[in-house]
């Protein structure tokens, strides 16, 4: 039976459980991760755990959230739950959230838990075919509204609208705008788009600076490509040549049509295609200039 690390103990699957006034459940005031574990050729290891445990514990601290372990704990933790699951490449979902004992909107005194969750989970949009898009009736949170560096649970309803509209309209992602009508990003991935051989993609402020845009980032000006940071205006991103989501979930996502504008004949363009191909390779181990962002866990 799958385990799952909950409040500092292993637990059967099954047992891993809240009480339905838990606090979190109510007001949206939990934390989460999405982080991959892959499998290389000297074993299995997971993407920047590092950097995911500090974004975990940032969103915690703004939320109010105190994680009674350290950062150290977390990342054993995970380590330990997925080789106990014996999961060789998988997802891995921490959560901290407040818990039963307290109702009302003010936190203080609210029980603190936490868990770490996994499961096998294949390409989240599909693999190679670029996928339809549409852009969303609905915008981003305005900045002003949330912490935008945070992934705070409550947020996400955002996102699940979104994705109901997706549904509806049977495309496979949308994209949203900013309060300015900016491009923003995905319900749960960054966007770039490539235009005469340079990449582009939403400056911070309304987004979630993703782990995996900045390891794409990384990747891409290495490579040799240009890379700017910028505000992009929907003209911009429908007039592309090449247009792609990045996440943990849906890793390099080549988008084939924006509602009906097609982006490159609906083909993986060539600078994604590189991207793609180099950050597959990244977190499989196959590239030892970023072995760093590997831990191995098998
Ligand atoms: C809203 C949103 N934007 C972007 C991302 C991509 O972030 P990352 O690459 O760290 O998974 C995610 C996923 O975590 C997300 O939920």
């Known amino acids: 039976m799958k385990k799952i690390w909950y409040d500092g103990k292993m637990v059967d699957w099954p047992k891993a459980q809240v009480h339905v006034l838990t ?7 939990a934390v989460f991760e999405g982080i991959r ?3 290389t050729k000297r074993g299995s290891a997971v993407f920047r755990l590092k950097e995911h445990v500090e974004r975990f514990f940032y969103s915690a601290s703004v939320l109010g959230i105190k994680i009674p ?5 977390i990342e054993k933790a995970i380590l330990e739950l997925i080789k106990i ?4 490449e998988c997802y891995i979902r921490p959560i901290a959230f407040l818990g039963y004992g307290k109702m009302g909107l003010k936190p203080k005194g609210a029980p603190v838990n ?9 390409a989240y949009l599909g693999e190679e075919k670029p996928i339809k898009t549409i852009i969303s009736k609905y915008i981003r949170i305005h900045p002003g509204s949330s912490v935008m560096e945070a992934k705070i649970s409550g947020c996400y309803y955002n996102s699940v609208l979104a994705s109901i509209e997706v549904q509806k309209k ?4 949308a994209i949203l705008l900013d309060f300015k009508g900016f491009v923003a990003e995905g319900p749960g991935e960054n966007i770039f788009i490539v235009k005469k051989g340079k990449i ?3 400056s911070s402020g309304t987004i979630l600076p993703g782990i995996t845009r900045e390891s794409v980032i990384q990747i891409a000006q290495e490579i040799g490509y240009k890379v700017k940071e910028k505000k992009i205006t929907v003209k911009e991103l429908k ?6 989501f990045t996440g943990t979930a849906a890793e390099v996502c080549p988008i084939g049509q924006i509602d009906k504008t097609i982006i490159n004949n609906k083909k993986i363009g060539e600078v994604t295609r590189k991207i793609k191909e180099s950050f597959n390779k990244t977190v499989r181990g196959e590239d030892n200039h970023y072995l760093k962002w590997l831990s191995f866990y098998d």
């Open 114 to 122: 936490v868990a770490i969750i996994n499961w096998p989970w294949g």
């Open 239 to 244: 007039t592309a040549d090449e247009v792609f």
């Open 23 to 29: 606090h979190g459940l109510h007001y949206g005031s």
């Open 170 to 173: 049977r495309v496979e992602e």
């Open 69 to 73: 372990f350290s950062k150290k704990e």
């Open 85 to 88: 699951n014996k999961d060789k």
């Open 200 to 202: 582009f993609t939403p």
């Open 37 to 39: 574990a892959y499998k």
